[in-house]
C-alpha cells in the first residue's frame, strides 16, 4: 500500500516569509546551498502520517514558532545538551554521533528529512541529546514547543500512534546497533547492515553516506571497507552499482 504524502508548497512559504524576515540580507555560501534550501523536494514526515493536507498545514501554523538553519559541517546539537523543544528536520542530512568514555567517536546513522531528533528522548525523566548531532550539508529545522507537541498528540490519536510507532523503530534500531558494535568481524557488521537495510522484495537501497563515512560507521579503515565489500560482491554475495547495493544470496549473508 502506498503511504500518503503531502505537498509542501506551504512549508516552502514558511521558510520563505522566515528568511525574508530575519535574515534579509543574508546570503548561501554557494549555488548548491541556495539549491537545498529552496528547490529540493521534502520527503514524507512519518510522524504527520495520515492527516490530511488541510491538516497537514493547519499544525505547521499552529507550531511553528522559529526555524533554524545549519551550515555544512555546523553542530546542531551536543551530546548530553536539554531538550528543551522538539527539533524537526525538514531539509537536509544530519550524522550522528557519540563519544565513548574512552574518547572515541562511535557514529550512529544519517538522519534524512524529514524526522524529530531523538524523539524517544523528549519527554524522558533525563531529557538530554544521547548523541553529537552535526549538519552532513545546509539543514532547516523547525523549532517547535514540547508543550505545544504533547497537546496536539493528546487530542489526535493519529499523531500519537505515529510518535509510538517511531520510538518503537528507534528502540528496534538501537537494539541492532548494540548487536553490530558486538561483531567482532567486519565481514558479520556488514551483513548485518545489508540485512537490516533490505527485504526478500527489496534487495536494492542506496547508501545514504559516502564509502568514508560508512567505514567510520564500523569502525574500520576505508580500505579495509572497500576490500570486503569487493569480495563479498566477487563471491555473488552483493552486487555493487554506485550508491546502489542488491542483494544477490540472503543465504550467505544470514551465514555471515
Not at 120 to 125: H, M, S
Not at 181 to 196: A, D, G, N, Q, V
Not at 236 to 251: E, F, P, Y
Request: hydrophobic letters at 35%; charged letters at 25%; one cysteine or more.
Amino acid at each position: 500500500m502506498e503511504e500518503e504524502t503531502h505537498r509542501h508548497d506551504h512549508l516552502h512559504n514558511l521558510m520563505n516569509m522566515h528568511q525574508q524576515k530575519h535574515h534579509p540580507d543574508d546570503r548561501y555560501n554557494t549555488r548548491e546551498d541556495h539549491e537545498l534550501h529552496h528547490n529540493k523536494e521534502l520527503t514524507y514526515c512519518p510522524l504527520l502520517k495520515g492527516l490530511t493536507q488541510s491538516e497537514h498545514d493547519d499544525f505547521l501554523d499552529r507550531n511553528v514558532k522559529e526555524i533554524l538553519n545549519y551550515k555544512k559541517g555546523e553542530t546542531v546539537v551536543r551530546q548530553g545538551d536539554p531538550i528543551t523543544f522538539v527539533m524537526l528536520l525538514v531539509q537536509g542530512n544530519v550524522r550522528t554521533e557519540m563519544i565513548t568514555q574512552e574518547g572515541n567517536i562511535l557514529n550512529i546513522d544519517i538522519l534524512e528529512a524529514v524526522i524529530p531528533l531523538a524523539p524517544a528522548f523528549i519527554y524522558g525523566t533525563k531529557n538530554s541529546y544521547p548523541v553529537d548531532v552535526i549538519a552532513v550539508e545546509p539543514c532547516t529545522f523547525l523549532k517547535i514547543s514540547k508543550t505545544v507537541w504533547l497537546e496536539e498528540m493528546a487530542h489526535n490519536k493519529k499523531l500519537m500512534t505515529n510518535f509510538l510507532t517511531m520510538n518503537a523503530d528507534l528502540t528496534f534500531f538501537l537494539t541492532n546497533k548494540l548487536q553490530m558494535i558486538s561483531l567482532k568481524s567486519l565481514r558479520m557488521k556488514l551483513s548485518t547492515f545489508l540485512l537490516e537495510k533490505t527485504t526478500i522484495d527489496q534487495d536494492t537501497f542506496t547508501l545514504k553516506q559516502s564509502r568514508t563515512r560508512l567505514a567510520e560507521y564500523f569502525g574500520v579503515q576505508r580500505q579495509s571497507l572497500a576490500r570486503t565489500l569487493k569480495e563479498m560482491e566477487d563471491e555473488g554475495t552483493i552486487k555493487l552499482m554506485g550508491k546502489s547495493v542488491k542483494v544477490l544470496d540472503r543465504s550467505r549473508l544470514i551465514r555471515g
